[in-house]
């Protein structure tokens, strides 16, 4: 039986700081940024029209070459595995993983929902006073799952343990609270007043039918930065919480209706 080797990682020069991609997929557009470490270098964005399965890689390529960078001194490639749109997470998905395996790089892959809460209580630790979200202590962040539904993630806002690090801005971070779940839109908005902020793409489609009460971010912070993640990234990546390539899957936003019908006529025996 034959095996296929993977690539040795390249050789890497301690005194530069270490190379990162990340990448974000999550609907047709794709954003792309490049870090040393933790900090970022410089970010691109597919131009309006533009679509990831035509453009990622040209992008991507784009984006090292003006930053004078061989793909294989890349140590880590970055990346959203969903809950997204199907086709963006799969071509984001296969891209970075192919790259890393080429490059011999390490991947780190993070729920969408995750650096939406992040993004969030960056923003609250910096904004807000300002902009009346004093009283939130919990966050919700929401894609869009079609059919009036979302699928959605709380967090709770708790101090950190960590002495330092992206997580922990003004001495907090999130932390998961439950599972995911797939919810009819009034049903999350209404459950999740007082105590919430609300963000996440979904918002984009249903934030015009907020229940009385209920607390979200500015529009622009709705769709996961590639800042924060890139952030997000750097700091797993420091605690060895790095992703085994083949173990990689997208989370899509539902299930495609020919497995949803399997699932009812399975139900239905």
């Not at 301690?14 to 954003?31: D, F, G, N, W, Y």
């Not at 060895?240 to 990689?248: A, K, P, W, Y």
């Amino acid at each position: 039986m034959s095996t296929i080797a993977t690539p040795s990682p390249p050789f890497f020069n301690a005194k530069r700081p270490m190379k990162i991609l990340v990448l974000e997929t999550i609907a047709l557009s794709a954003q792309a940024a490049l870090f040393e470490e933790g900090r970022m270098i410089q970010k691109t964005i597919l131009a309006p029209g533009e679509k990831s399965a035509c453009s990622l890689a040209p992008m991507v390529e784009r984006l090292l070459r003006e930053n004078n960078v061989a793909p294989r001194e890349i140590r880590v490639v970055g990346v959203v595995n969903g809950p997204g749109s199907f086709t963006g997470l799969r071509v984001g998905l296969a891209f970075a993983k192919t790259l890393a395996w080429g490059i011999g790089a390490e991947v780190v892959a993070l729920n969408t929902l995750e650096v939406l809460a992040a993004d969030a209580l960056k923003h609250m630790t910096q904004n807000g006073s300002q902009n009346g979200f004093q009283n939130a202590q919990k966050i919700s962040a929401a894609v869009d799952a079609q059919r009036n539904q979302v699928l959605a993630q709380d967090f709770a806002c708790v101090e950190s343990a960590l002495s330092s690090g992206f997580e922990s801005p003004a001495g907090f971070e999130v932390r998961k609270m439950g599972e995911m779940a797939l919810l009819d839109f009034t049903q999350w908005a209404a459950e999740r007043r007082d105590d919430f902020l609300l963000t996440g793409p979904a918002l984009a489609k249903y934030g015009k039918f907020l229940p009385d009460g209920a607390q979200a971010l500015p529009s622009e912070c709705w769709e996961p930065s590639v800042e924060t993640l890139g952030e997000l990234v750097w700091e797993r990546y420091r605690r060895g919480e790095t992703s085994e390539l083949m173990d990689i899957l997208p989370i899509y936003s539902r299930l495609a209706a020919a497995e949803e019908r399997k699932v009812v006529l399975k139900k239905k025996q």
